[in-house]
């Protein structure tokens, strides 16, 4: 996902925990004002819960009565009903249900929600690379010149490597190897691919992770400095599509490890990678040494493309 894409949701989502709590707030005082008696319930199994806390910090094997609880609940209901008001007024205020408003579910193991997602999509349509899909795919952009060490046209290889990338995001997880690294030089449609495959994975509901090379090591530098630790991004999406490698800065003893450290894991865990890179397979081994480039390039694991032609930006240009 475009980092510009994801700071805004992360901003919209904090936007509207800070509306529901507001709203909370507002409810609550209502109910103290226009309906004292379910404020009066309210206090009352508050300082329940307090009773409960304090039990179980000192009587150990201490079980909270539920049952007690549970009658609390009923009995604000009901009073909230009574008073003209829903039965679930005073109950947290939430857009969606599922995560809270959050963008996350699933606790420990965190996952985006559909809301998030959706909304991931929408604001795709403004923001970056939104029209950047399969159907806006123009092959016609690229030229109808056979490239030195291809026997078809740019053209028809563009063609072909559109539908290939299309069957991947539209089978996933379904395909083999499940890695695919995309290099070539610059300008002949590597990020725009890489755009349409995390546009349609997800569509299909996948947590599709899109970032640079640069904000992969950038992520990872801040974690291993004990700044913010963003890396379940990195780590816990379904695809992680890793565009302009080659591109991020190379720090001793911390981006080849870092990179090698996360391709490890997410192949151990079953988790798909997509590469690009304008770096070829023999300046992958130089730039990375041999121990990370045989596992970007080993035809087992990782679907290994090469793009030829010209730099379609070039020719496009006025």
């Not at 300046?283 to 035809?299: G, I, Q």
Request: hydrophobic share 35%; with cysteine; aromatic share 8%.
């Amino acid at each position: 996902m475009d980092r510009r894409i994801r700071e805004q949701l992360e901003a919209e989502y904090r936007q509207q925990r800070e509306k529901n709590a507001e709203e909370e707030a507002r409810r609550r005082e209502e109910v103290r004002l226009h309906a004292p008696q379910v404020a009066a319930l309210m206090e009352a199994r508050q300082q329940m819960i307090a009773d409960f806390c304090r039990k179980a910090l000192m009587v150990e094997g201490y079980q909270v009565p539920e049952a007690e609880l549970r009658k609390a609940n009923e009995q604000i209901r009901a009073a909230l009903k009574a008073a003209g008001y829903p039965e679930d007024y005073l109950e947290p205020v939430a857009r969606c249900p599922i995560c809270g408003d959050t963008g996350y579910t699933g606790g420990d193991e965190r996952r985006e929600c559909d809301c998030y997602r959706r909304r991931a999509l929408e604001l795709s349509a403004t923001v970056g690379e939104a029209g950047q899909s399969f159907e806006a795919f123009d092959e016609n952009v690229f030229p109808e010149i056979v490239p030195e060490g291809w026997p078809i046209t740019q053209r028809e290889g563009m063609r072909r490597l559109r539908k290939r990338c299309e069957e991947y995001a539209d089978t996933y997880p379904s395909v083999s190897p499940r890695d695919m690294l995309l290099y070539g030089k610059s300008g002949l449609g590597k990020t725009y691919l890489l755009n349409c495959m995390a546009r349609r994975l997800s569509e299909r509901g996948f947590s599709a992770e899109l970032v640079s090379a640069y904000d992969v090591i950038r992520i990872m530098r801040d974690a291993y400095f004990g700044r913010e630790d963003d890396t379940a991004r990195l780590y816990e999406a379904d695809v992680l599509l890793i565009d302009d490698l080659g591109m991020e800065p190379m720090m001793e003893n911390v981006t080849i490890e870092q990179l090698f450290q996360l391709v490890n894991t997410r192949r151990s865990r079953g988790l798909a990678m997509v590469f690009s890179t304008n770096l070829n397979t023999e300046e992958l081994k130089t730039r990375y040494n041999e121990r990370l480039a045989s596992r970007l390039t080993d035809r087992s694991l990782c679907q290994v493309i090469r793009l030829l032609g010209q730099d379609v930006r070039q020719t496009q240009r006025p």
